[in-house]
Structure formats: structure tokens, C-alpha cells
T-cell receptor, first 113, second 115 residues
Framework: RKEVEQDPGPFNVPEGATVAFNCTYS??????FFWYRQDCRKEPKLLMS???SGNEDGRFTAQLNRASQYISLLIRDSKLSDSATYLC??????????????FGKGTHLIIQP | NAGVTQTPKFQVLKTGQSMTLQCAQD?????MYWYRQDPGMGLRLIYY???????DKGEVPNGYNVSRLNKREFSLRLESAAPSQTSVYFC??????????????FGPGTRLTVT
């Protein structure tokens, strides 16, 4: 099983729709989880951290399922500006190492007018 | 507060040439990272520096060297560039506490082409 796996898409979604995508991770010791957004030819930027209890930031909701080792991202009322690649990110170990985060290859989202 | 800055933004090299990519952060982060991103491959860690004075290899270190010049600056050197090193290079930094994992902040990237 790869460390972090995502469906690469693309997901083609009409404006205003709700879209969700999942990500699975292999390391059961991972403690920290994030969603990053990357626009074409730009650097990844933090979208939101993912907490055990789930968390919401405006139209975005992130959930964590430790038992099944997956995290999800839900986008409601999608906007054209949501078109981007969404990277699932998991820390490499239980937090004791400095070698950073493991990035999924990303899910490409296209919002269509 | 500029965050993470990288120079140059674009570079074209001939096979065998050398160059150094510069990265600096002004957020007082202790850990810094170099990644490369290729189509279909995602971000791959080249080298990292947990703190000033230390550096360690990541997944794909061959063909690269790094220097952590001080807390702010972390450079990546290609001694003899090869076409396989054509990629987009991102520098990142974060706080490393040993217990908690904080998010990373990325620079704008360097687009390198080796012909």
C-alpha cells in the first residue's frame, strides 16, 4: 500500500455542486493530517488541518477516520475558483521525526460553469 | 513578512553545468526542506534540515547537495546537472518540535530545465 493514496481525477463538477474526495494513508502511527491546495504552476498552500473530531472552514469540511485510515474533504457550493489540485498530506511518523510530511499526488478538481 | 523566498524563478542549464538554488525564510522556522515535483510523481523530498547545522537525505538525494547556511537559509546545489533533474523545485519550512507536527510553508518554486 502506498503511503498516501488519492484518486488523481480529474473530477469535473458543475458550479454550485457538492464534491467530496478521500485519501487513504498506510502509517497507522500518523498523527497529523492536512489538505493542501495547489494551483497550476504554483506552490502548495495549506487549505486546512484535519482534526480527529472533524472540522469545518466555511464551505470546506474535513473528516478523519482513524479506524479505516482515511481522510476526506467535502466542498459545498463549489465555485469556479475552487478549481485546483488538492493534496492529501500526512506526517511521516508519530511526530518524532523532522523529515516532514508525506504528500499524496493530488486530486485534480475542475469546476465547470 | 515575505515567508519563504526562492531564487531564481527559472533556469536553463546545459548538461554538466552546476548551479545553486537559494531559499530563505523569515518565519523563524527551525526545519527546512527541498522537494522536487514532476508530472505524475507528486512532491518528493530531496534533502531536509531539522535545525541549523544538520542536514539529512530524503527520498531522492542523488545528484544534489545542500547547505544550511544559517537558520534562515537553505541552499540546494546541483554539481553536474543532468536532463533527469529537469523539474520544479520547491523549498519549504516549518516549525519542528519533536512532538507535534506543524504545517509546512512553501516557496514559489524554481523551474529548472536541463538540456
Amino acid at each position: 500500500r502506498k503511503e498516501v493514496e488519492q484518486d488523481p481525477g480529474p473530477f469535473n463538477v458543475p458550479e454550485g455542486a457538492t464534491v467530496a474526495f478521500n485519501c487513504t494513508y498506510s502509517n497507522s502511527a500518523s498523527q497529523s493530517f492536512f489538505w493542501y491546495r495547489q494551483d497550476c504552476r504554483k506552490e502548495p498552500k495549506l487549505l486546512m488541518s484535519v482534526y480527529s473530531s472533524g472540522n469545518e472552514d466555511g464551505r470546506f469540511t474535513a473528516q478523519l477516520n482513524r479506524a479505516s485510515q482515511y481522510i476526506s474533504l467535502l466542498i459545498r457550493d463549489s465555485k469556479l475558483s475552487d478549481s485546483a489540485t488538492y493534496l492529501c498530506v500526512v506526517n511521516r511518523d508519530s511526530g518524532g521525526g523532522a523529515d516532514g510530511l508525506t504528500f499524496g499526488k493530488g486530486t485534480h478538481l475542475i469546476i465547470q460553469p | 513578512n515575505a515567508g519563504v523566498t526562492q531564487t531564481p524563478k527559472f533556469q536553463v542549464l546545459k548538461t554538466g553545468q552546476s548551479m545553486t538554488l537559494q531559499c530563505a525564510q523569515d518565519m523563524n522556522h527551525n526545519s527546512m526542506y527541498w522537494y522536487r515535483q514532476d508530472p505524475g510523481m507528486g512532491l518528493r523530498l530531496i534533502y531536509y534540515s531539522a535545525s541549523e547545522g544538520t542536514t539529512d537525505k530524503g527520498e531522492v538525494p542523488n545528484g544534489y547537495n545542500v547547505s544550511r547556511l544559517n537558520k534562515r537559509e537553505f541552499s540546494l546545489r546541483l554539481e553536474s546537472a543532468a536532463p533527469s533533474q529537469t523539474s520544479v523545485y520547491f523549498c519549504a519550512s516549518r516549525i519542528f518540535s519533536g512532538r507535534l507536527t506543524y504545517e509546512q510553508y512553501f516557496g514559489p518554486g524554481t523551474r529548472l530545465t536541463v538540456t
